[in-house]
């Protein structure tokens, strides 16, 4: 049944939505948006280490993107840059550094676009095999420090007074996140991923009163906006990466409405 | 907890250096079990900083922690939940320790909450937030709890509803309570011990002479002013604007 390059497509993108969800849920409430974007800018210069010493590009990405946090953190202590700043910093240059080296790398015949934006319709069995062997590796670390990492989102002293160890959450999280962009980068690219981190998770939050709930749906929008996007790009003929942050933003503004009612009803 | 005594943590001569600046210094303290210790002095006295140095939040200070009890219940000054994080008083409830239904509602019950059960936590008001902050605290049954400031916002026969149910807490409990009270003059008689606080330990001791006063008598009537008192001390120093020690 994997043998059709669409079939192959829409398995590797629910694959990829029931792990954005609760991802993105933390990425929305710690304010992380912006460092998930880093560590996606990053990406490039894990898929040029990928091509050059021919290595696999999805596990060169987490190693990339694992090794951009380390320096975030540290730049974070050793610096008084502004957070912001930094990631901005790490960001592009991260960007800059990889298409320099792509430069290099003139003998090596490869998609640019397909990076920044995504090629779901090419993916393989083995993009597959990484993608539910990878989510399924993330969601139970998830699953295991969701207790410490959940209070100190809403508290961090609280967490750490009642000896729940935040910090190691909190690293451990980072690692999840280097994690979930070397396991999508094919589905949306580079450049998109941090949408279908927060859209499907802001959709979400509008629909729901409790995390749970808000965990739920998110995952629902997610892959929602994955059927929708795929299919409308078979049948519009327009690009899959983009058109499945498209159908996000069509359901997020959809869920405006509904927080109208809930309003009008207050009242 | 140590076995020859009742101590759940012990401060020696604690201190905290940030920007050059010494948030407190030199303060030395125990609270032991069934004991409510009372922190109180001035904004910027160090009150908050001396009680998460004594929980563990602070690292890198000066001086020595010996903590004798890992099961703490905190009530921060200060919670924001953010808005994109929808949390009711339930899931709040169960945030760092899994409660069954019942206990749930016996803490809530007892902080006077249990209708707020399922109410979101943006919607509740200052007093409300604070009878769910205590009773998150409570519920998990801790032997040191540290309350930072409990009866902020809670007005003014709720305050001293709540600060009765602390007394009764720490009898039902056995647990010792780290209280702070931001208002210098307003401690509990059924304080065991009181520190005043301005950057270092301005004067210490058992509230023996915490007096009753009339005031307080008119404006909450005879009962209220058995749990409600004044403790009164002089000190032997004053401070300038900058904190600086002046003797007298």
Known sequence: MFDDFFIRALVAGIGVAFVTGPLGCFVVWRRLSYFGDTLAHSALLGVTMALAFEINIAISIFIISSVIAIILVKLEKNTNLPGDALLGLLAHSALAVGLVVIGFLSFIRFDVMGLLFGDILAVNIDDLIIIWGGGAIILIVLKLIWKPLFASTVNYELAEAEGLNPDRAKAIFTILMAAIIAISIKIVGLLLITGMLIIPTAMARNLSDTPRKMVVYSILGGLLSVLIGLFSSLEFNTPSGPSIIAAALFLFIISLFKIKQTIQLKN | ?248
């Open chain 2, 1 to 248: 907890m140590s076995k020859e005594n009742n101590i759940l943590v012990k401060l020696i001569n604690v201190g905290l250096l940030r920007n050059q600046k010494w948030l407190v210094k030199g303060v030395s303290l125990t609270v032991e079990k069934g004991q409510i210790v009372t922190l109180i002095g001035p904004n910027g006295s160090g009150k908050s900083t001396t009680a998460k140095i004594a929980i563990g939040i602070h690292k890198n200070i000066e001086g020595k922690v010996e903590k004798f009890t890992n099961k703490i219940g905190y009530v921060p000054q200060k919670i924001s939940i953010d808005w994109t994080l929808p949390l009711r008083v339930s899931d709040f409830m169960v945030l760092t320790e899994n409660l069954s239904d019942e206990a749930i509602n016996e803490a809530l019950s007892l902080t006077g909450a249990k209708h707020l059960k399922h109410k979101s936590l943006g919607n509740l008001s200052g007093g409300e937030f604070q009878r769910v902050l205590l009773a998150r605290a409570v519920s998990k049954k801790p032997e040191l709890l540290v309350l930072d400031e409990p009866v902020q916002g809670v007005d003014f026969t709720g305050e001293i509803a709540l600060y009765k149910l602390i007394k009764e807490i720490s009898e039902k409990l056995n647990c010792g309570i780290l209280l702070i009270s931001h208002d210098l003059h307003t401690v509990m008689s059924a304080t065991d011990f009181v520190l005043c606080l301005n950057g270092h330990v301005c004067c210490s001791g058992t509230p023996k002479d915490v007096a009753m006063n009339n005031e307080y008598k008119v404006l909450f009537g005879e009962q209220a002013s058995q749990t409600l008192s004044i403790y009164e001390h002089k000190h032997d120093h004053t401070h300038s604007d900058d904190g600086e020690i002046k003797k007298n």
